[in-house]
């Protein structure tokens, strides 16, 4: 059983954050992932800028940041856990990407879910180029789990 957490800053809380949290649980099972716990924080650009500048010295936002923990704990009541890590949502850059790129802003949220727990999971990419294998792996996965939706 994976655990996932949700919080927010500097945002109202979605009424979606079920939905979210049943996408990104379904993301780990399609990874073939169990007994992992990891959280997300959904907040706005102002927020998105201080992680970015404080952790990437990069004074400026961007639309989602992973942070890999990767270490086992035990739990008394579920046993060994894969503590995998924090990701972070701008969900004021997540509209203007969905904008950019012509897709709803529900395709934007789910593909940048899916792009942080592929981090977590020991995946990364030089670049943005649609060929890396991580990014094909992503989008491989978007298409499998494309009936899904988080908005409404």
């Given at each position: ?35 992992w ?16 500048s404080?952790y ?97």
């Open positions: 059983m994976n655990r996932i957490e949700v919080a927010v800053e500097g945002i109202e809380e979605p009424a979606w954050i079920s939905a979210f949290i049943a996408f990104a649980g379904k993301v780990l099972v399609r990874l073939g992932r169990d007994g716990d990891l959280s997300f924080l959904l907040c706005d650009d102002a927020t998105m800028k201080s992680l970015n404080q990437r010295s990069k004074d400026e936002s961007t639309d989602v940041l992973s942070f890999a923990l990767g270490e086992t704990v035990r739990d008394e009541e579920f046993g060994d856990r894969w503590v995998a890590g924090d990701i972070a949502i701008s969900l004021d850059m997540l509209a203007g990407n969905a904008e950019y790129f012509g897709v709803s802003q529900d395709e934007e949220l789910r593909r940048l879910a899916l792009h942080g727990i592929l981090h977590l999971d020991g995946n990364d990419h030089e670049d943005n180029d649609p060929e890396r294998p991580m990014l094909r792996l992503q989008e491989e996965i978007m298409a499998e789990l494309t009936g899904e939706r988080i908005l409404p």
